[in-house]
Each structure stands twice: as C-alpha cells, then as structure tokens.
C-alpha cells in the first residue's frame, strides 16, 4: 500500500539533545512537508521541499533543519536550539512539481517530549 | 503565519443533526481545501474547491466558497459518531506558494 511513514510515534528527548524524525512516502510525489501541531493551534510549516536536494524555510523554521537528499525521504531535525520543541509533527507530501498545491497525504504523526 | 480561522472552535451536536463550521481567509487563493483529523492521528483529505467554483458535494458533505467574503463552510449532513473529529480548512494563496496554511480547525463532537 502507499502511504507516508513516520516513525518514531513517540520519542523523549532531553535539553540540549537534537533529535532526527524520520518521513518516507513511496507516493512518488515531488513535494514534502513538515508541519508542528501544538493544542489550539493548528498546523504550522515548518520547512518544505518541492523537488530533490531543494527546500524552503516555512513559518516556524528557527530551531529545525531538514534534508531531500533522496525523493522518498525528508527527515526532520530538532536541534537543542529550538527552545519548545515538545509538540506533535506532521510530515505530508504531495505531488509538487511546482504547481498548484493539490491534496495533501499525511502520515500518522510524532509526538515528541523534552523531559 | 496562519492563512485560515475555523469558526466555531469547538461544535456538539447529536447524530443525525447536521454539522456547520466556517471558514475565513485573508488573501486572495488558489484552491481550498478541508481535511479532518481523528484525535492523535494524521489528517484526512476531504475535499478540495477551486477559486472558480462556488459550491461542491461529496457523499454527506458540502462546501461553499465566497471569494468575494473570502469565506468557506463546510456541512456535513446526517452526522454520525464517527464524525467526531477536528476539521482543518486550508488555503493555497496567490500567487503560488507552493504550500499549504491551515486554520486552528473546530472540533465536532457527534453525540450518540
């Protein structure tokens, strides 16, 4: 079946540890994302890729750093610079090709905790 | 920054009622979308309508768009308790941005 996976679905972290999550989709699309979820606040982007070895820094980028080294794949770092990184990530793709954002696949989430 | 606001928050309704939530957006956009999200889980795509259309359906769902109020809703018909879920619009602006920004979403909760 295709479909996005995203794992861990839940991870611990401690201050001043950076922490990789991992997305792989195998929907053939282009384009990717990562987007946070904190309670009440809806989606937010935080980085983007339309096409292989290309990325964009989105709303909330600060504290983050990503890689599309390879079209199926876009981890996520959280480094120990982003000061309130306990939230849920959303890694989406779509099939890009930079035209009109279509439909967007999602996977089923990390949750990530800072002890 | 966040492109679209869901009015109301937060919706309880019995079954077999029907749900409204709104939609409202700030720029000019491309297409808007709805997607729903069952509590600690991804989101589901429901539904996409283009700035050129003003009305689509799609099984129990209906969703309008006015580009002139810059405003979508959102019906579901006949609602059930497996439409309990957090329901997202989200709008792709012009010119192209080549992503997506999602409203805070309303949560419908379908009472047996």
């Known amino acids: 079946d295709g479909g996005i996976t995203q794992s861990p679905k839940y991870l611990f972290r401690k201050e001043g540890q950076n922490v990789t999550l991992s997305c792989e989709q195998n929907?053939?699309?282009?384009?990717m994302y990562w987007y946070r979820q904190d309670p009440g606040q809806g989606l937010r982007l935080i980085y983007y890729s339309q096409i292989v070895n290309d990325f964009q820094k989105g709303d909330i980028a600060e504290g983050y750093s990503v890689s599309r080294e390879k079209k199926e794949s876009f981890p996520l770092t959280v480094t120990s610079a982003q000061k309130n990184p306990t939230a849920f990530y959303l890694c989406?793709?779509?099939?890009?090709?930079?035209?009109?954002?279509?439909?967007?696949?999602f996977g089923e989430g990390s949750r990530l905790t800072v002890l | 920054s966040q492109q679209g606001e869901e009015d109301p928050q937060a919706l309880s309704i019995q079954e077999g009622e029907n749900a409204t939530m709104n939609c409202s957006y700030k720029?000019?956009?491309?297409?808007l979308q709805w997607y729903r999200q069952n509590s600690g889980r991804g989101l589901v795509h429901l539904i996409l309508?283009?700035?050129?259309?003003r009305e689509k359906h799609s099984g129990r769902l209906r969703v309008t768009l006015d580009t002139s109020k810059k405003s979508s809703s959102l019906l579901i018909t006949a609602s059930r308790a497996a439409d309990t879920a957090s329901y997202f619009c989200?709008?792709?602006?012009?010119?192209?941005?080549?992503?997506?920004?999602f409203g805070a979403g309303t949560t419908v909760t379908v009472r047996a």
């Open positions: 929907l053939n699309h282009d384009a």
């Open positions: 989200a709008t792709d602006a012009r010119p192209n941005d080549y992503k997506l920004s």
């Open positions: 309508i283009r700035s050129n259309e």
């Open positions: 720029t000019s956009i491309n297409n």
């Open positions: 989406a793709s779509s099939i890009g090709g930079r035209t009109i954002t279509g439909e967007l696949f």
